[in-house]
């Protein structure tokens, strides 16, 4: 008896077909799962936000899909306007992608056009924040200081670096007591 043979007497499972199913057809699966429009604005808020977060989370779970690059759009889409509905914002939902309200988009040419004269380009920017490059022992002295504890002595400060100190340090600590 050949394979052939096997195969063509071989029945698969339910979970059999469902598996190859969301493995090679995902696109034709999601597709059974979309609603019309009409009856996605009959729907209640909360019922909006599961039909988009069950959507998502199924495109999520079969991201291994041969089909899944394909569904990326969608499943951006519908994390979207899950979060539109979370988040309470008044913009109109879509149940579909085809049907996505479209954003205005702003008129970006007259902040181009309307900089200051005489500057080309870019504004200029603030420097960012110098770091003020401190020793050890000024920070040890400062924080003994800001705790009420007095002066710190070689052995709080070792204890604290766990390390002994180089000589500089010690140094320069003598010169702050």
Partial sequence: MSWKDILKNYEPTVSEV???????????IYETKLVSEEEYKGY???????YH????????????????NDLK???????????I???????ETSSRLENEPKEEVKDRSKKLFNRPKGTKGRTTRQP???LIN???IDSYFEMYKNS?????????????????????EKEYYYTKI
């Fill in 18 to 28: 469902n598996l190859l199913a969301s493995r090679h057809a995902l696109i034709d």
């Fill in 44 to 50: 209640s808020y909360q019922d909006k936000r599961r």
């Fill in 53 to 68: 977060n069950k959507l998502f989370s199924f495109l999520k779970d079969k991201e291994d899909s041969d089909d899944a």
């Fill in 73 to 83: 759009p969608n499943k951006t889409f519908h994390l979207r306007m899950n979060n």
């Fill in 85 to 91: 509905l979370r988040s309470n914002i008044n913009k």
């Fill in 128 to 130: 960012k924040r110098q």
């Fill in 134 to 136: 401190t020793n050890i």
């Fill in 148 to 168: 009420g504890r007095g002066k710190p002595t070689l052995k709080d400060i070792e204890q604290g670096e766990e390390r002994h100190l180089t000589v500089d």
